[in-house]
């Protein structure tokens, strides 16, 4: 080997083994960005009421922001019920007129909806949605309602 191709070796060699320790200024895994204009759902309850679900649920944060509220659910009727398995509505109930259902002064939400097709369960979850594009949705986690 000649004397400068040895050099560009080591060269090479030397940037290959300092590459992977040089870093782009952050340390630790990716965060998510904090928002203070975000809310999330504190607390939600969907019960039975005759053929019908009521909805009660408590919003924290910037609640202020709130665009609409979204109801997902999924029947379930006898074994189908499979609690790993992603969530998947085949029902969808949008509330634009949040004058009628839900309180700004306390974050407090309240409607009932009878779903299109009768179950012997149902999966059900609350989608809030933001006026800003940019600020993520409160998606409150599955419930399982067991119809009377």
């Known amino acids: 080997m000649t004397k400068p191709l040895r ?3 080591a060269a090479a060699l030397t940037l290959c083994l300092l ?3 040089v870093g782009c200024g952050k340390e630790g895994p990716p965060k998510p960005r904090k928002s203070s204009r975000s809310f999330v759902w504190q607390q939600v309850d969907i019960t ?3 053929n019908c679900l009521e909805v009660n649920a408590i919003m ?3 609640y202020t922001n709130l665009s609409s509220v979204i109801l997902e659910i ?3 009727s006898g074994q189908e019920d499979c ?3 992603p969530f998947q509505p085949s029902e969808t109930y949008s509330s634009d007129k949040l004058s009628e259902i839900f309180n700004p002064n306390t974050g407090t939400l309240r409607f009932s909806y009878c779903p299109l097709e009768q179950a012997d369960a149902y999966r059900a979850r609350l989608i809030g949605t933001n006026i800003y594009d940019t600020t993520r949705h409160a998606v409150s986690m599955e419930k ?5």
């Open 83 to 85: 609690p790993g398995c």
């Open 7 to 9: 050099a560009l070796f």
């Open 19 to 21: 590459v992977p320790l």
């Open 74 to 76: 999924d029947g379930v």
């Open 60 to 62: 924290s944060g910037v």
């Open 48 to 50: 039975p009421v005759g």
């Open 144 to 148: 399982m309602v067991v119809m009377p």
